[in-house]
T-cell receptor, first 114, second 112 residues
Framework: DAGVIQSPRHEVTEMGQEVTLRCKPISGHNSLFWYRQTMMRGLELLIYFNNNVPIDDSGMPEDRFSAKMPNASFSTLKIQPSEPRDSAVYFC????????????FGPGTRLTVL | GNSVTQMEGPVTLSEEAFLTINCTYTATGYPSLFWYVQYPGEGLQLLLKATKADDKGSNKGFEATYRKETTSFHLEKGSVQVSDSAVYFCALSDRSDYKLSFGAGTTVTVRA
């Protein structure tokens, strides 16, 4: 199993640009979580999906952030427009809800907004 | 609500020293407890978990026991190696929504 796949691994962009982060969860996992990690705030849950349906997006910081999960094997997190304070490492994690509460993390995308 | 408090770091140890990282939690229900480890430049990996009181999770020489009476899940390793240098996160899941609540993380550096 390839594990959770995230792309790109690194993204450098300029303020005001649109950024799209991508995640492919482990096959068969039915829950998906997006996290943001910064030195100041630690790990923050942004949004999570169950069976491709957004369940809780209360952690999404602003309307500039949006997430979609069009099918069980793909999710995106979009920031439009991006700002320097969005610079962070963004993680995607998945799990098999109903069987285990363990989450499996991807390697992360390091985003730098100049 | 749910919350996790873990020992602040950073922690610096010599190789073969004993490591303890304290973790206590507050939960409304009966949570599962986890330790995740993050090596430099990587995502979080599950290190060990426990799902009920008095369960002991163990992996790679690390151990933690689910103590319901003290609401704790302290991580221990008897003899650390340089390769154990990482950030360690204590976390809980309350099982109702499968969300994880994380502690702030403890950075551990092991010197040869």
């Amino acid at each position: 199993d390839a594990g959770v796949i995230q792309s790109p691994r690194h993204e450098v962009t300029e303020m005001g640009q649109e950024v799209t982060l991508r995640c492919k969860p482990i096959s068969g996992h039915n829950s998906l979580f997006w996290y943001r990690q910064t030195m100041m705030r630690g790990l923050e849950l942004l949004i999570y999906f169950n069976n491709n349906v957004p369940i809780d997006d209360s952690g999404m910081p602003e309307d500039r952030f949006s997430a979609k999960m069009p099918n069980a094997s793909f999710s995106t997190l979009k920031i439009q427009p991006s700002e320097p304070r969005d610079s962070a490492v963004y993680f995607c994690a998945g799990g098999d809800r109903g069987r285990t509460d363990t989450q499996y993390f991807g390697p992360g995308t390091r985003l730098t907004v100049l | 609500g749910n919350s996790v408090t873990q020992m602040e770091g950073p922690v610096t140890l010599s190789e073969e020293a004993f490591l303890t990282i304290n973790c206590t939690y507050t939960a409304t229900g009966y949570p599962s407890l986890f330790w995740y480890v993050q090596y430099p430049g990587e995502g979080l990996q599950l290190l060990l978990k426990a799902t009920k009181a008095d369960d002991k999770g163990s992996n790679k020489g690390f151990e933690a026991t689910y103590r319901k009476e003290t609401t704790s899940f302290h991580l221990e390793k008897g003899s650390v190696q340089v390769s154990d240098s990482a950030v360690y996160f204590c976390a809980l899941s309350d099982r109702s929504d499968y969300k994880l609540s994380f502690g702030a993380g403890t950075t551990v550096t092991v010197r040869a």
